[in-house]
């Protein structure tokens, strides 16, 4: 089991930048797929960006690629978003996920973080 907390939401003017920040517990944290999705009010929790476990491959949504990086470091038992070029579309709370696989769908992770609130002004 794992537990999940997510760090570094705020306000920021759209063209900003926010890093993201999921700190997992336990030892097997390198045995996880990573994931970060997404909720805007009224609107189903999307998919943002996956993460394998070594960190080798990585996978985006199409509305944040170019924009979005998704990085881990399992010596510390982390999992990053670093978020350029935001815009007011990118407003919404922000979960981190972990599963046996880095998939694409929520129904893929087992564990999640409480989530984080981004809000981009224009």
């Known amino acids: 089991q794992v537990q999940l907390v997510e760090s570094g939401g705020g306000l920021v003017q759209a063209g900003g930048s926010l890093r993201l920040s999921c700190a997992a517990s336990?030892?097997?944290?390198?045995?996880?797929?990573m994931g970060w999705f997404r909720q805007a009010p009224g609107k189903e929790r999307e998919f943002v960006a996956a993460?394998?476990?070594?960190?080798?491959?990585?996978y985006y949504a199409d509305s944040v690629k170019g924009r979005f990086t998704i990085s881990r470091d399992n010596t510390k038992n982390t999992v990053y978003l670093q978020m350029n070029t935001l815009e007011p579309e990118d407003t919404a709370v922000y979960y981190c996920a972990a599963g046996n696989r880095a998939g694409l769908s929520k129904n893929e992770y087992d564990y999640w973080g409480q989530g984080t609130q981004v809000t981009v002004s224009s």
């Open positions: 993460i394998v476990r070594s960190g080798t491959s990585t």
């Open positions: 336990g030892r097997t944290f390198s045995s996880y797929g």
